[in-house]
Structures are given as C-alpha cells and as structure tokens.
C-alpha cells in the first residue's frame, strides 16, 4: 500500500508542476489510438479508496512525450512530487481498457503495471487508473490489475475497486 501510495502522490504532483498546460492535447492516429498530454486531477470520492484518507488531492500532468509529474496534497497542505514515465505498449485503446506500465525516476526508482482508461464521452474527459508497484518488490506483493479483466482485478480481484482512482482533465 505504501509504493501505491507514493505514485498516487507522485502522479498527482507531476501534475501540478504541469499546470500551465491545461488543455489535453488528443490525436486519433490510423490504429484508433490516442495520444495525449495535458493536466488531470483526482480529488474526493475520485481517489482510490486507499489513498482517500491520507491525500485531499493527486494533479497529475502528461507531457507529450508520455513523461509526467505527479503532484499529492494531503490534508495539511503538504505536498510531495514524483516523475517519471508512462509506457502504453499497445498505446492507448479509444474504447477500452489499456495496459500501462509506470517507470518513476522521482524520487526513487520504482515500476509500476498497471491498466488505464481514457472516457472523451464525459465532460470533463476522464482517465481511470489503476496499478499496483512491481519493482522493487514488496513484501506484500500483488498482482497487478489485467486489462481484459477490467477495473477491480488487481491481486486477482482480492482489493476490489479500492486501487482504483478517476483523474477529471482540468
């Protein structure tokens, strides 16, 4: 739960260091796959259940080249940052679910898999994530969440939706 805590903090300072790109940039290529960079931000019943008691909000920003800046605030104002990048090996499915692997290089190494959904038919668009820490290993380690299985599936489906936040585009 730690590692998970701290990419959550970390993604959601990447965010904020972000900020000034506040329009997310999307681009449909020929394989139906997007592309996009931009600020996202989880606050409230939108962070993972594991996370909600410890942070108030996660800012999370995406470059375009998939790098990022995580930005968590906890609930005396106290901030923390991580970066590192993002690894869409099928890129990213339009209309469902995607693998992804995390590489955090900030403040310390640290891999993450996990799957990953961006929904352009709400407003605001909304990212759905959901991942758990693979390298280094932990003393509890869990399996991480499978995209043909969906949200809810991490340690095969043990955590329930618990590890699972929604970022909102600002």
């Given at each position: 739960m730690n590692s998970r805590f701290n990419l959550l903090i970390a993604l959601s300072i990447s965010f904020l260091l972000g900020a000034c790109n506040l329009t997310p940039n999307l681009e449909e290529t020929e394989t139906n796959l997007i592309k996009l960079d931009g600020v996202?931000?989880?606050e409230s019943s939108n962070l993972a259940s594991n996370v909600r008691n410890q942070l108030q909000k996660r800012t999370l920003q995406i470059y375009q080249d998939f790098s990022y800046s995580l930005i968590d605030a906890d609930y005396t104002s106290n901030?923390?940052?991580?970066?590192?990048?993002?690894?869409?090996?099928?890129?990213?499915?339009?209309?469902?679910?995607?693998?992804?692997?995390?590489?955090?290089?900030?403040?310390?190494?640290?891999?993450y898999k996990g799957i990953v959904e961006i929904n352009m038919d709400v407003e605001p668009m909304e990212m759905t994530l959901e991942y758990v820490q693979v390298f280094p290993s932990q003393e509890v380690?869990?399996?991480?969440?499978?995209?043909?299985?969906g949200f809810g599936s991490t340690d095969n489906f043990?955590?329930?939706i618990s590890n699972v936040q929604k970022f909102s585009v600002q």
């Open positions: 996202w931000q989880s901030i923390s940052v991580a970066k590192g990048t993002f690894d869409f090996e099928e890129g990213i499915d339009m209309k469902g679910v995607s693998p992804v692997t995390i590489h955090q290089t900030y403040p310390n190494p640290i891999t380690a869990l399996a991480p969440p499978v995209a043909t299985q043990n955590l329930g």
